[in-house]
């Protein structure tokens, strides 16, 4: 049984002949395989761990306890390495086996704050040394943690997000925590979702080994690695937007999608329009998905999938109900958008205007959840109407929209 299960759905079952200005498209690729009887794929990890002046006290004490819990999880056949960053990079342990765990958590141990916030060189650093030991069949990541804004080295969201962009097509992934007020979020994301790897907004220092934990149990149970997506559209059609995931070329929409975990999905949302069509059933895109099957013998994977849509005059047809699974996704993407608008209205001092994009999308989030009984177009909208209660923009009220945006952005 292959690990990974590629399936698409529409919106709405059935266009009309005349094209269609607006449809949408989910494509879903799902973890399968069974870890459970089989031995987990080695790790190639690098932890990155900012030791500026603010982390000193609990945040630094908690981020070396998690890291401790990552070493007691290792393997003798796992690769793991350590730097820290101020100003400048330090290395704690270059890359080895994890066997003499006592003395790497005694390392770690004596970590010390220091000045700055080098995120860049700490970033580099990592990647380098996960690449250095790059090997087949290994599951390659850093996590970095930081709990301040990049002051020192390269700043700029953009091209930290590059240098995530350029090792992910190596099959290197990033996973960031932001920890408190103070991190800058659009900078750890942007090397996030470039890096293929997660995002995690940490509000309390003392839920680091936790976040940690929930990082590392899945790194633990990756079923599939550097799963790369292309679309190819057919003459007849026009992709006018895809959330959450940046795109390659136009011509051929070039996807990295990084590794793939047990029971967890990666989705795509996808706004199509067509022109005229006769009756039937046409092509629309067609699919191919690569990845490395790493629940056994490591072996590569490719599958390709054609995705069509049924063009019809029958007004029966045309008015039947949309698909409530892609609806959910499609008003959930929508709320992610809305919290961006409201944001950027915070961020420019219009709060009033900024309150009113919130309560527009929780009351639509509301009267679908109601009209179609859905329970989590119901949470997505109190977790809206809970921001606006006594409401204060703040770097903490900033943070959790944020976080609120990106997971509603992933759909999970």
């Not at 030791?51 to 796992?78: H, I, T, W």
């Not at 069949?137 to 970095?144: A, S």
């Not at 959450?244 to 795509?268: C, M, R, W």
């Not at 989030?365 to 921001?387: G, W």
Request: glycine letters at 8%; one cysteine or more.
């Amino acid at each position: 049984m292959k690990p990974v299960q590629f399936t698409y759905a529409w919106n709405r079952p059935f266009w009309p002949e005349a094209g269609v200005e607006k449809e949408y498209l989910l494509l879903e690729m799902k973890g399968i395989g069974d870890k459970k009887v089989k031995e987990r794929a080695p790790l190639n990890l690098c932890l990155v761990l900012d030791r500026s002046g603010s982390m000193s006290g609990n945040p630094l004490e908690y981020s070396k306890k998690a890291c401790q819990f990552v070493v007691d999880q290792m393997n003798e056949g796992d690769m793991l390495s350590m730097v820290t960053f101020e100003d400048e990079v330090s290395t704690v342990f270059e890359p080895q086996f994890a066997e003499r765990k006592s003395e790497l958590k005694r390392r770690i141990q004596t970590i010390q704050p220091g000045g700055c916030t080098n995120i860049s060189g700490g970033l580099l650093k990592g990647l380098q040394y996960v690449a250095m030991n790059k090997r087949e069949g290994y599951v390659n990541r850093v996590i970095l943690l930081s709990d301040g804004q990049a002051n020192r080295g390269i700043i700029e969201p953009e091209k930290l997000g590059s240098i995530a962009k350029e090792y992910v097509t190596a099959g290197i992934g990033v996973t960031t925590m932001g920890v408190g007020e103070n991190f800058d979020e659009e900078v750890l994301e942007a090397i996030s979702e470039n890096g293929g790897g997660n995002f995690y907004y940490i509000d309390k220092a003392e839920r680091i080994p936790f976040i940690f934990h929930k990082e590392l149990e899945g790194l633990l149970t990756v079923l599939a690695q550097n799963l790369q997506l292309q679309l190819t559209p057919e003459p007849h059609v026009c992709i006018m937007n895809i959330y959450g995931i940046p795109a390659g070329d136009s011509n051929k929409l070039t996807f990295q999608l990084g590794d793939l975990y047990h029971h967890e999905v990666k989705s795509l949302l996808i706004e199509i329009s067509s022109t005229r069509q006769s009756a039937g059933i046409h092509r629309v895109l067609g699919a191919a998905l690569q990845y490395m099957d790493v629940t056994g013998t490591v072996q590569a994977v490719e599958e390709n999938m054609d995705i069509q849509a049924h063009y019809t005059q029958n007004v029966d047809l045309l008015d039947q109900p949309a698909n409530p699974y892609v609806d959910q996704q499609v008003q959930i993407t929508k709320s992610a958008e809305a919290i961006e608008r409201a944001m950027h209205a915070f961020d420019s001092g219009e709060l009033n205007e900024g309150q009113e994009i919130l309560k527009h999308q929780a009351d639509a989030l509301l009267a679908q959840a109601i009209l179609t009984d859905n329970v989590v177009l119901r949470e997505e909208s109190q977790l809206l109407y809970e921001k606006l209660e006594n409401f204060e923009y703040s770097a903490g009220m900033r943070k959790e929209l944020h976080a609120q945006k990106y997971r509603s952005r992933r759909r999970g």
